[in-house]
């Protein structure tokens, strides 16, 4: 029988429960403890996949193409996991069901209400995971603060969870904000109290207290904390603010929450060992050959739109003993090119909508050429294509996606999509199969000739122009099994120009960098060599 951990949030969003929560599953991990995780996001949308990245950061794709929330890549980073989409639980996946059930009769004439249809609902989707996935600790994080109406129905399940359960299955952490007054020069920890306070009132005592910070707080804090929210001193654990997440379950490490959490759950388990990741630690640390990369995204305002490129880059430049400076330049303007020669390499990630076009494909043209090392993922393959086939003869080259009726659709719409009008739900999504051609850039960097990557797009590579463009240099490094849909492409004479239809951002992992980022970091550092 699985233990669940639940990890609630106070004060305000954003404060960092979805790497508390990875980092409590990496030190169970540490003890020999199998661990799975949960997101459970208290919007109405079924899933991420419509949600605009400004509001709401990266959509997260699972291995079986579910659109997740970007907690899930946190997850699966931390715990070296692949998830499945069924790990992230939204309030319009659970009303649905509930309707579903309802309309085929099987709550027999019942009246549908909040207790108990729909938290048995959200339990038995919880229980599903746990079920399914036979991990010994189940964590749950709960999107959103405590004291929001959305998350009542979700709080109150798992409250009823843990009477069900037993109170040695059920441990409950809260995650909360003790901010610093500058001018007062001193911590406040009253948030904190009325955070507790509030998730009390839901008829749920915490028993841990994380307490986030800018710096570190003192005993003095820890007790006073301890005291008016009525937990064990010792499970007071700090987390001020840290160079690297991954640093944090090393700092959380050392407050022994490890050992609490085993005994709160009687559970018995090895010595622990972080010994591996705090390696990885260190190596995210060393200061190396520095490159610098240039990103050319649409959400560049918002970082975390693509936080598992910017991780996946850390995770290759660690590898290879380098430092990665990242600087995000906005699509939509018009590429300063004084600006860009001082990048070592550029990055096009993904993306939807003709916003932010010209500046995607001035970057192709620019690296082609000034023969600048160039990787583009999905619409940046896209756009790879777009502008290498206007540069050999087809001036009016686009995609469908921005000029429907373009002369020349180098990229358009896949054929079983042309008549589906809803947006969620309709592109190849997850995991599909690439065979790899030999040599190429690919096959250098996977050393395989069958990949699996993940998908998340509604556009194609138009196999009407496929010959033509090879005739005129591109190479087709990558395709599905059956030779239809192209997943990789190249160009010849060039010291590193690829585009992939997939995203393998979302398959790397601090310990396990992703064979193409380490080989685009490792082709930076080669081009910052020559210009020196």
Request: with cysteine; aromatic share 8%; net charge negative.
């Amino acid at each position: 029988m699985s233990k669940y951990i639940v990890v609630t949030g106070g004060v305000v969003s954003s404060i960092g429960k979805g790497i508390t929560a990875a980092s409590i599953g990496r030190i169970l991990r540490s003890y020999g403890v199998d661990v799975t995780a949960i997101k459970i996001d208290p919007y109405l949308n079924w899933d991420s996949g419509t949600l605009n990245p400004y509001q709401h950061g990266e959509v997260f794709v699972t291995e079986d193409g579910m659109e997740t929330d970007l907690d899930l890549g946190h997850y699966e980073r931390f715990l070296n996991v692949n998830l499945s989409g069924e790990s992230n639980i939204t309030t319009g996946k659970v009303y649905s069901s509930v309707i579903n059930k309802e309309r085929k009769g099987d709550y027999l004439g019942s009246c549908v209400q909040i207790i108990p249809h729909i938290t048995d609902e959200i339990k038995s989707m919880i229980r599903e995971i746990s079920n399914k996935t036979q991990a010994e600790v189940v964590l749950v994080e709960v999107g959103g603060t405590v004291g929001d109406i959305e998350s009542q129905p979700f709080l109150e399940a798992l409250r009823q969870l843990r009477n069900e359960e037993g109170h040695d299955n059920v441990m409950f952490v809260h995650v909360t904000y003790v901010p610093y007054l500058r001018a007062a020069g001193e911590f406040k920890t009253k948030p904190t109290q009325h955070s507790t306070k509030e998730l009390r009132s839901t008829g749920i005592n915490p028993d841990m207290i994380i307490c986030r910070s800018e710096l570190p707080i003192d005993s003095h804090l820890k007790d006073k904390i301890a005291h008016f929210c009525d937990v064990e001193r010792k499970a007071v654990i700090n987390a001020p603010d840290v160079h690297s997440i991954y640093e944090v379950p090393i700092i959380l490490n050392r407050e022994n929450m490890g050992d609490y959490i085993l005994n709160r759950l009687k559970m018995e388990a090895h010595k622990p060992d972080l010994y591996e990741w705090s390696q990885i630690v260190e190596s995210l640390k060393l200061d190396g050959t520095r490159v610098k990369i240039g990103i050319i995204g649409k959400y560049v305002e918002l970082e975390d739109a693509y936080i598992s490129i910017r991780e996946a880059l850390k995770h290759a430049a660690a590898e290879l003993g380098a430092k990665v400076d990242i600087e995000w330049i906005r699509a939509e303007d018009t590429l300063n090119m004084e600006k860009i020669r001082k990048f070592n390499a550029l990055l096009i990630p993904g993306g939807f909508g003709e916003r932010g076009i010209t500046g995607k494909l001035d970057a192709v043209r620019y690296s082609i050429e000034e023969e600048i090392p160039l990787f583009g993922i999905c619409l940046g393959m896209q756009c790879m294509v777009i502008e290498y086939a206007r540069l050999h003869g087809w001036e009016d080259a686009n995609s469908t996606e921005f000029e429907s009726n373009a002369k020349h659709p180098v990229i358009d719409i896949m054929l079983e999509q042309e008549n589906i009008e809803n947006m969620g739900g309709t592109m190849r999504l997850g995991a599909y199969p690439c065979k790899i051609k030999e040599d190429t850039i690919a096959y250098e960097a996977y050393k395989e000739d069958l990949v699996n990557e993940r998908h998340r797009h509604r556009f194609e590579f138009n196999n009407e122009y496929r010959k033509s463009l090879e005739d005129e240099g591109l190479v087709i490094s990558g395709v599905s099994p059956d030779n239809v849909l192209v997943e990789m492409v190249e160009i010849k004479d060039h010291p590193w120009f690829l585009g992939c239809q997939f995203h393998p951002e979302f398959k790397s992992r601090p310990n396990n960098a992703h064979p193409i980022f380490v080989s685009f970091v490792k082709a930076a550092i080669d081009n910052k060599r020559k210009l020196v």
